[in-house]
């Protein structure tokens, strides 16, 4: 993924000079990358370095992970909601948290649903997606790993608006990268949509599809899936000449 830099801020602000390690299709860059851009923030984003778990990724930070963000003044930080959270207080406008303390608490707990109930089982489905080395027993637990959280998420989304109100937020953020991948992966993993039973989430993923930056942020992962997917099939052809 080349660097990419988003449009700036006005010049009388100061804008600290930031660099984060990405990639195109992680769901934890990925909301980051889509905090940054609702900003019109300036972000240097960079791919681990000759590749994931290679000698020039690993000496990035002792405790390297995809996202990392370093800021000009020393500071480093980790961990994808952590990391939301610092980008919305640092840059106020436009306001990526709900002011209405139900509505902020609503955000929180759609975001770590998405994480927590859903992603985490993907995480643990994608070293099993090549059918050669694929274990069929952790695929079935993550697909109802998987089920069981947008259950949850059926139950919590509302019928109208995005994840906490009518405007975008951290939760839309956190969420579009995860609905992204989980309908994209699926049917790798013989598994149905998941939107398919459930109306509120089928909405609520219309509704975001609406939004201008959630296709941007569209577009970019499947652009790098993409290129993803044609270097592997490349490097299988190769293996096999
Ligand atoms: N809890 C972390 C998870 C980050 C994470 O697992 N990132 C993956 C990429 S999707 C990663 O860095 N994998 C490579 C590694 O562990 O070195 C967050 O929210 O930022």
Known sequence: MPPVYSVGMPSTTY????????????P????????????GVSVDLFPPPDGL????????????????????????????????????DAFPEPPLKPADPALRARMRMIAQLADQSI?????????HRDLKVRD??????GLDGIADGFDRLEH????????????????????MPIFYLVLDFMPHFGGVSPLETRPKCAGYWQRLLDQSLVKRIYAEMAEHLAAQ?????????TARL
């Open 28 to 39: 934890y860059a990925t909301r980051c990358r889509m905090a940054f851009y609702a900003k």
């Open 156 to 175: 919590h989304l509302p019928a109208r608006g995005l994840a906490a109100g009518d405007v975008l937020t951290l939760a839309d953020c956190v969420a």
């Open 53 to 88: 778990g290679s000698q020039a990724y690993i000496s990035l930070h002792p405790f390297v992970k995809v996202p990392t963000l370093w800021i000009d003044d020393g500071t480093v930080l980790q961990e994808s909601m952590a990391i939301l959270e610092w980008i919305d």
């Open 119 to 127: 992603m985490s089982h993907l995480m643990t489905m994608f070293p």
């Open 229 to 237: 997917r044609a270097a592997r099939f490349a490097r299988e052809v």
């Open 136 to 141: 069929a027993a952790v695929v079935a637990r």
């Open 15 to 26: 804008t600290p000079k930031l660099r984060m390690l990405a990639t195109g299709s992680s």
